[in-house]
Structures are given as structure tokens and as C-alpha cells.
């Protein structure tokens, strides 16, 4: 069975602060590794990592996929209360056509 | 503007009854999926389809079914024999890249509650 976990479930952090999320995977098939911000309702896409693309950044935010670790870190640095949001990592195994979903890690930066 | 549209946003039923949850896109993607979302668990994929009149079950499709007549629509009805069946519904579209799903685009959500 595919898994995705992330860690930790829930952070707190001051404004300005750096933080790093994690995320580890089992899967049969890895095609790509995708992080989604969600901060009120609808998830909204931040990156999509492959093995030709293990490393995305924007802004404050960058990530990078470990293959060999089956695993992937998302960093935001000199955070805002606005960075404050749930957010998820999924896996495409390039099979059925879906995507498996962590847990998730919710992030509140207070000021 | 293009997106995904899901209604009703809130819905409360009672024990026993049949509900239908409505997702609209104009984003003229091949693929629609159905999620569900709970405190701590994550996004589960209830059904998932990737062209029309055609359908396959995900990992918690027990108590759910689903339609898929038009490329645009993808409705899900919570029958009652979904026993647990208060959470968070996300409907989701993408372009079902060839070999893989790629990204996914997300509707507002439907938030049903059991009473």
C-alpha cells in the first residue's frame, strides 16, 4: 500500500522565523511529489518535484526531493502570518491516475 | 473565470438519507476526482474519472456512487449506508497528463453534516 507521511502534524512559529516541513514516502511507482497550500477551504499548488526536478523555489518558499532518501523538505523562510495554512504533500505513482496525500502539517505563525 | 465550482458549501442531513454533492468545471480537463478530508487524516480519494461515462472506485468508495455523464459535471451521492459520513468533500480536475496525474485543482469543498 501506498504511504505518505509528514512531520510534524503541527507547528508553531513566531513571524520571521524559518520553517521545515517534511515529507517521507512508500510508494511502488514514483512519478513526481507535489506540495499544496491550504488555507481556508481549496488546496492551492506550490511545486511539483520529479527526478528531473528536484529542487523548485519561490519567493520565500523552496523544496527539494531526496530520491534517494524517499523524501522531500519545504522551507519558508522569514515567515508571515500569511504562510499560516495546512499544508500537504502528495505522491503521483503514475498509476490510476491519482495522487496519495499525507496527513498534512498545520502551520500557524503568530507575531 | 475557469475553475471548479462545488455546491452547496454546507449541508446537513439527517440519519438515513440520500445526499448529492454537485462539482462543475470549465477548465475542459479529461480527469475528476472526489476527496474527502478529515481532522488528522488527510485527503482520502473516494472515486476518480478520467473520461466520460466512465468511473473507478478509490480507497473509501464504500457508501458512495458517483456519475460522470458530461466531461463538466462529476456529481457524488452520500447514500446511508455510508456510516461515518460527516468530513470535508474536496472535488478535484486535472489535465490527466499521459502516464501520470500531474496537478490537481481544487474546488471550494462541501462541508456535509450528519445530525
Known amino acids: 500500500e501506498d504511504k505518505v507521511v509528514q512531520s510534524p502534524l503541527s507547528l508553531v512559529v513566531h513571524e520571521g522565523d524559518t520553517v521545515t516541513l517534511n515529507c517521507s514516502y512508500e510508494v511502488t511507482n514514483f512519478r513526481s511529489l507535489l506540495w499544496y497550500k491550504q488555507e481556508k477551504k481549496a488546496p492551492t499548488f506550490l511545486f511539483m518535484l520529479?527526478?528531473?526536478?528536484i529542487e523548485k523555489k519561490s519567493g520565500r518558499l523552496s523544496s527539494i526531493l531526496d530520491k534517494k532518501e524517499l523524501s522531500s523538505i519545504l522551507n519558508i523562510t522569514a515567515t508571515q502570518t500569511g504562510d499560516s495554512a495546512i499544508y500537504l504533500c502528495?505522491?503521483?505513482?503514475?498509476?490510476?491516475?491519482?495522487?496519495?496525500f499525507g496527513t498534512g502539517t498545520r502551520l500557524q505563525v503568530t507575531l | 473565470d475557469g475553475g471548479i465550482t462545488q455546491s452547496p458549501k454546507y449541508l446537513f442531513r439527517k440519519e438515513g438519507q440520500n445526499v448529492t454533492l454537485s462539482c462543475e468545471q470549465n477548465l475542459n480537463h479529461d480527469a475528476m476526482y472526489w476527496y474527502r478530508q478529515d481532522p488528522g487524516q488527510g485527503l482520502r480519494l473516494i472515486y476518480y474519472s478520467q473520461i466520460v461515462n466512465d468511473f473507478q472506485k478509490g480507497d473509501i468508495a464504500e457508501g458512495y456512487s458517483v456519475s460522470r455523464e458530461k466531461k463538466e459535471s462529476f456529481p457524488l451521492t452520500v447514500t446511508s449506508a455510508q456510516k461515518n459520513p460527516t468530513a470535508f468533500y474536496l472535488c478535484?480536475?486535472?489535465?490527466?497528463?499521459?502516464?501520470?496525474?500531474?496537478?490537481?485543482?481544487f474546488g471550494e469543498g462541501s462541508r456535509l453534516t450528519v445530525l
Open positions: 478535484a480536475s486535472s489535465p490527466a497528463h499521459r502516464g501520470g496525474t500531474g496537478e490537481l485543482f
Open positions: 502528495a505522491v503521483d505513482t503514475g498509476t490510476a491516475s491519482k495522487l496519495t
Open positions: 520529479t527526478s528531473s526536478g
